[in-house]
């Protein structure tokens, strides 16, 4: 079978087809086509940042949050209709910490926002923002909600996971990371967490390469590559093309280091070279991060 990234010629027009066989017939095809297109719903309208913050951080009457869809427009249209990406990073950090008040006395309290998809997007996305922020507050406060998320037995692992993640991206973005207060602290909860592989799996391999990537990048942040995302290891700038069966090996190692997999991944992603990270996201089974991750970088690479 052909890769997914191998796209398909669209077929041509039914109407063209039908007016080859029996040109009598092109006025009734169209007249079903225009049918077809008045009865097609308009995409949503971009929320506006009074409807992101009512959404988000509004008044909780214990009604059901609103679906997936409605949570995921207004987290992925926050940046741009925020006034500042510290505006931006304040929403999303009080809409994670929202807790319900419990219905019945001995219940404990559960989030506003449960869905582990949502929460998992947020912490991505107050990474990315945390990273990219310049105002030292609000980085602060992407650092500070991630830590919290990140240290809550009650969250689902693969929200504590983003979180850790976001943690590296937000202190590899710091203008100052040597004296920035983020140094001291980061490195020790992830280290502590990254040695409990036996219990925490996924999660204690995420800290590992928080804290690897933290000590190989230091505070340089920019990728030489077309991509803007923070990533949790930087592909070699230096590489060439002709050198993709290499870092093919390398990731494709399961016993070996798990960062310098990761170095070759995103090395192949710069270079262009799907079909070797298809690949590997195929056969492995030594992690699920390093499968997690891979499916990313494909996707990035489709968009």
């Not at 009080?94 to 449960?114: E, I, M």
Request: glycine fraction near 6%; charge should be negative.
């Amino acid at each position: 079978p052909k890769p997914l990234w191998v796209q398909k010629p669209s077929p041509p027009p039914l109407s063209s087809i039908v007016a080859t066989l029996d040109p009598a017939n092109t006025t009734m095809v169209a007249a079903e086509e225009n049918e077809d297109e008045a009865s097609v719903e308009m995409p949503p309208k971009t929320p506006t940042w009074d409807e992101i913050q009512e959404l988000l951080v509004g008044e909780d009457d214990g009604s059901s949050p609103a679906g997936i869809c409605a949570l995921y427009r207004a987290i992925f249209g926050l940046r741009q209709a925020a006034p500042s990406v510290t505006a931006a990073i304040s929403v999303l950090a009080r809409a994670l910490r929202q807790v319900r008040a419990a219905k019945a006395s001995g219940f404990p309290s559960c989030f506003r926002f449960s869905s582990v998809l949502f929460r998992h997007e947020c912490c991505y996305l107050l990474g990315q923002m945390g990273a990219d922020c310049d105002d030292e507050a609000g980085r602060q406060e992407a650092y500070a909600c991630l830590s919290e998320v990140l240290l809550n037995g009650l969250e689902d692992e693969v929200t504590r996971h983003e979180a850790a993640e976001g943690i590296a991206a937000v202190h590899a973005g710091s203008v100052d990371s040597e004296k920035d207060l983020l140094s001291s602290e980061v490195f020790e909860i992830l280290e502590r967490l990254s040695s409990q592989r036996d219990s925490c799996g996924p999660l204690a391999e995420t800290c590992y390469l928080a804290v690897e990537g933290m000590r190989r990048r230091g505070a340089t942040r920019v990728c030489a590559c077309q991509y803007a995302s923070h990533d949790p290891a930087l592909g070699d700038p230096e590489a060439e093309l002709s050198e993709a069966a290499r870092y093919g090996e390398v990731l494709k190692e399961e016993k070996g280091d798990l960062f310098r997999r990761y170095e070759a991944m995103f090395t192949l992603r710069n270079l262009g070279v799907p079909e070797a990270l298809a690949s590997v996201l195929d056969s492995d089974h030594s992690s699920v991060v390093l499968r997690h991750e891979l499916a990313f970088v494909l996707g990035q690479m489709e968009s």
